[in-house]
């Protein structure tokens, strides 16, 4: 089961004293082929928990390192299909790692949400998180989810305020994700130490794990992040790690080891964060 | 809302902020409080006798309303059948509709404390009119516009500077509204505190939608009583053009309940509606999905990826339309029918020479929907175009279009 994999996931790692770290990569970037290498790599690599991206044309809530990633993805050829068959491809050889599937709704809504969550599931995914469908919008998709058995995360975000926070948390499983600023992907922390306190206030109303994402570009990022939070959230970073390597938008010999090669500095940083 | 009865086609958006399955607020959970609040300032202020007045008292005195409602003698002759009439929106100060709607966000936003403005735009027309606005009001203001939009519609990127806003080109995507769009939504989610997003059409999540068309519906609002006291009646027929369609709801709405009243949309056809990505028809070409905070009709392809749309127009350039417009072409009241290119510019040219009005490209679109419709109907009818915009944007690229026959 879908919640299963990320609560035994978080479980370990508390047992380690440390965060976890969750990994974004987004599938189809730059092509088909190098992606899956690169998500078949990355629990050796470090990575304990996988954000898979699902590529949209519009990604509203992304920064230009994730736009861009994006746009790679679908112009090759990058479908929500081929998506879900990487994760499928992915569990044949991992059955722990956890997987979620990060996007927008157009592509799930278009797919038919009872086909895509019958085929999540049958894939292996754990949990979604969507950025465009707020509490208020339950009913397309989270609550359907949760039947399957797959975990919905929520964002909440420095907006989401006290009176709030209760409604977002409501049919929140899986992993509470704290968006670290008011702001796109990419961007950066204004102010860390105002990380913590609101990873602290998020705890005082839920027993689930608060990953943090947004802004965490390094090691040292992870570490002093992961000092709060139970979770520690890159993307951007992985992502123009990737996007460097690459010749006129293919992928070179580097590209890979890239990727990878930054997710072991991160795993790093997360095990010295309560050192 | 409109409590008009249980039958009408008024009481749209539901608590939900739904049009039968259209609208809603799929938007991100950094701005979903921040929505909250827009809606519940807005109650506040349509509930308050001075803001009200203050809306009647711009639009009078700033705006120039009423619009005049002009009979066009010339084009009924030559198009043949229905009686033609014009509402008058070019005419308004800034040259269209939409400082109709600018002016109640405006005011609704000094009500909030906002102290800085956005917007996005596709012809410039909406960027004028927010910049406009902004300068009355004293707000520093960012106009993000797709940078293909910005080569084609120079003129009011030059009016919009002159007015003191910063014009920000957008260079994702296509460079066109859908992605000026995208791109104002990140600054939002950004500035969130401080600032306001003025959206210029009927479209975004609730409750832009309903707030839109409530501030362009005096458009519809007057034209009853004028055609009431120049015809004794009510209009046969009413012609809008839709991009998102804010001149058109507003237009419309004040109607959707009077049966013998046909009303038709125009849509953007581009090159043709069977040519792929070659047109901007959404509730023609398109189907339901969900963006920019609502779902409704949008270009789109097999795996939900949004389609960029063509037109020879700016304003018509969008993938998506308000979802009003949805509802009301799912239930049947309103039809929707492609203009294409060709069609809209031959219009253009038309109603410049025969009644020395030059249109918007986007308002040709509806001219060129009235050539189709007039003939059909009988000379005892009448048939009334929202002329939503003047041209003078458009004589450049026009210009080029007809380089030789000039």
Redesign the interface.
Known sequence: MGSDRIGARFAAVKAEGRPALVTFVMAGDPDLATSQAILDGLPRAGADIIELGMP????????VAI?LAGQRA?ESGQ???QTLAMVEDFRRKDSQTPIVLMG????????GVDAFLAAAREAGVDGLIV???????DGELCIPALEAGISFI????????DR?LPA?LKNTSGFVYY?SM???TG?AIANRERVGEAVRRIKAHTALPVAVGFGIKNAEDAAFIGRDADGVVVGSAIISAIADTLDDGRPTEGTVGAAHGLVAELAAGVRRARG | MDMSGANSLRQGPDDQGRFGQFGGRFVAETLMPLILDLEAAYRTARADDAFNAEIVHLAKHYTGRPSPLYFADRLTEAYGGARIYFKREELNHTGSHKINNCLGQILLAKRMGKTRIIAETGAGQHGVATATVCAKFGLPCTIFMGATDVERQRPNVLRMKMLGAEVRPVTAGAGTLKDAMNEALRDWVTNVESTYYLIGTAAGPHPYPEMVRDFQSVIGTELRAQMLETEGRLPDALVACIGGGSNAIGFFHPFLDDEGVAIYGAEAGGHGIDVENGHAASMTGGRPGVLHGNRTYLLQDADGQILEGHSISAGLDYPGVGPEHSFLRDSGRVKYMPITDAQALEAFQLCTRLEGIIPALETAHGLALVKAIAPTMRPDQTIVLCLSGRGDKDVESVGRLLEGQL
């Open positions: 949209f044309s519009d990604p509203m809530a992304d920064g736009q679908l479908t929500l299909r927008y709704y157009n592509p799930i809504y278009i797919f950025v465009d469908l707020p509490p208020e919008e929520r964002l909440t975000t420095p907006t989401t305020d709030r977002v968006v008011t702001g796109v961007a």
